[in-house]
């Protein structure tokens, strides 16, 4: 049987890497339309 504690920790480090990831992607389109505003 998994130890509740590290099963604990693995739910909590998977939420944060697809939060982290989210905030990546949407900092990049941020990025990208600032970038776009700047040349066009």
């Known amino acids: 049987m998994l130890n509740p504690f590290l099963f604990r920790i693995n ?4 939420t944060i890497s697809v939060y982290f990831r989210a905030s990546c992607k949407k900092h990049n389109f941020e990025m990208f339309r600032y970038i776009g505003k700047k040349f066009v």
């Open 11 to 14: 739910q909590v480090y998977k």
